[in-house]
């Protein structure tokens, strides 16, 4: 089915709270480098951000977040 997508591996996503911003406020992201079993709430993490000959400054230049 076109509508469908197939992932060759599990995939985690998480709501970060970025350091310095309200705690009510999370942008949502991929989490990787990491079994999904390993992902825990409140595990700190940090950005991997795309090369920067590919990216435009702009949030959506992080490829995913690993832990940290």
């Known amino acids: 089915d076109r509508d469908k997508v197939f992932l060759d591996k599990p995939l985690s996503i998480g709501l ?5 911003t ?3 406020i999370y942008l949502p ?3 990787g480098e990491i079994e999904p079993g390993k992902v825990t709430i ?3 993490v940090q950005a ?3 090369a920067s ?3 435009k400054g702009e949030v959506t230049d ?4 690993r832990s940290c």
């Open 48 to 50: 991997v951000w795309r």
């Open 53 to 55: 000959d590919q990216g």
């Open 16 to 20: 970060i709270n970025l350091d310095g």
């Open 29 to 31: 992201g991929v989490i």
């Open 62 to 65: 992080i490829e995913y977040f």
């Open 42 to 44: 409140g595990m700190r």
């Open 22 to 24: 309200s705690p009510d």
